[in-house]
């Protein structure tokens, strides 16, 4: 792609993550990075240059309902960066366009049923082409891909492998996050059925082994001493299927995934908070309601951000041992998310990645690099 006119196009640098993403890559990308700004908007968009202080950055017309303009991106630069969601309303034809352009891709969104449909739809023209289609890399899945990937490797790699992971917060989500929780629990039925397709369309590991995410019902864990909440996100997935395309996850690898609480009272009180949205989700009005308190590009100011945190502590255990991580950082939803979403669009972009075309996971496609990077960025990952 050395005939290409960018390395990097942002696609939603007007709205809110957007912006902090292009924050983020005008204050660390390197030197001679060619990079341009996409969206419909000419004056929203000329209005984040000048915030920038960048006058000379290009900005591209791009529309998630015109086709012919995403493919014109597509086929300018080396990565696309997309945060215009929810994905599963406004994202398939940006895939669809990179996948034929043989285009990198890079995306935030924590929906299943978006990213198995983009599987069915466009992986084996991504494997065609060489693009490598990454879903999912902000908080929504990269502490929990890559603190996976950092805790396996501390075991042995021919052993059944089983992981656990506790996500604990003091963060805000994101607006587009609750827009797309609400749309993904309204469609469990649909969700269920890309799910189904997908695993008959990729089948099982050709070595034999076998990943699969786990569910459990509440309980104390007896390591870390947390009440524990299995957590219904995409996370779980995104592990699982890293960990059927890499062997040092060994022959049987079983992950499991929940929101931890000191006390047994904010877990019952948290399983009641999911249970009510997913009810609530299913009822149109109620759903629109909701949906209209929550800006899908709002977020929080720069101080309540610096007060945000979170932690992910692995407990794997294979061969005998047991072994415990803990990756931990800033605000989850939008600091973080945008360090991490613009550091694997650099890794994708400058990289000596293993060899990889498809829709992939992001500790499949970037693994070991995209690990240095993120800790660069901030991310801790400790053995404990």
């Known amino acids: 792609m050395a005939d290409r006119d960018f390395d990097i196009v942002l696609f939603g640098a007007t709205g809110f993550t957007g912006q902090l993403t292009a924050d983020y890559l005008a204050r660390n990308a390197p030197e001679g990075l060619r990079w341009a700004l996409a969206g419909r908007n000419q004056t929203k968009l000329e209005a984040v240059r000048d915030k920038l202080g960048l006058p000379d950055l290009e900005l591209l017309h791009a529309d998630s309902t015109d086709p012919i303009s995403l493919a014109d991106v597509a086929a300018r630069t080396r990565v696309v960066i997309t945060t215009v969601g929810p994905y599963l309303q406004y994202g398939a034809a940006l895939v669809a366009a990179c996948a034929d352009a043989g285009t990198?891709?890079?995306d935030l969104t924590g929906e299943p049923e978006f990213v198995d449909q983009m599987y069915l739809?466009?992986?084996?023209?991504?494997?065609?082409?060489?693009?490598?289609?990454?879903?999912?890399?902000?908080f929504d899945s990269i502490p929990h891909d890559l603190g996976a990937l950092h805790t396996v490797q501390q075991l042995p790699s021919d052993v059944p492998i089983t992981l656990r992971a506790v996500v604990r917060s003091g963060g805000m989500a994101s607006g587009g996050t609750i827009h797309s929780a609400l749309g993904q629990f309204s469609r469990a039925r649909e969700m269920k059925a890309a799910y189904a397709a997908r695993r008959r369309m990729e089948g099982k590991p050709a070595d034999g082994r076998s990943s699969r995410a786990v569910s459990a019902k509440p309980h104390r864990d007896p390591v870390l001493g947390y009440w524990l909440l299995p957590l219904p996100t995409i996370d779980p997935i995104i592990v699982a299927r890293s960990g059927a395309a890499l062997a040092t996850y060994g022959p049987r690898f079983r992950y499991s995934h929940f929101a931890g609480t000191k006390?047994?009272?904010?877990?019952a009180g948290g399983a009641v908070a999911v249970g009510a949205l997913a009810a609530a989700a299913q009822v149109r009005p109620v759903r629109n309601f909701l949906l209209g308190k929550v800006s899908a590009g709002d977020g929080p100011d720069e101080a309540k951000r610096e007060k945000s945190w979170f932690t992910v502590d692995f407990v794997g255990e294979g061969g005998g041992r047991t072994v415990r991580t803990r990756v931990s950082g800033g605000?989850?939803?939008?600091?973080?998310?945008?360090?991490?979403?613009?550091?694997?669009a650099l890794c994708l972009a400058f990289d000596d990645n293993p060899p990889t075309a498809g829709q992939v996971t992001?500790?499949?496609?970037?693994?070991?690099?995209l690990l240095a990077r993120v800790q660069a960025g901030g991310l801790r990952f400790e053995t404990r």
């Open 104 to 106: 990198d891709y890079v």
């Open 121 to 138: 739809q466009h992986h084996e023209t991504a494997v065609r082409t060489g693009a490598r289609l990454v879903h999912a890399c902000g």
């Open 263 to 267: 006390t047994i009272r904010y877990a």
């Open 331 to 344: 605000d989850p939803g939008y600091t973080e998310t945008s360090m991490m979403l613009a550091e694997s």
């Open 362 to 369: 992001t500790a499949q496609a970037m693994g070991e690099n």
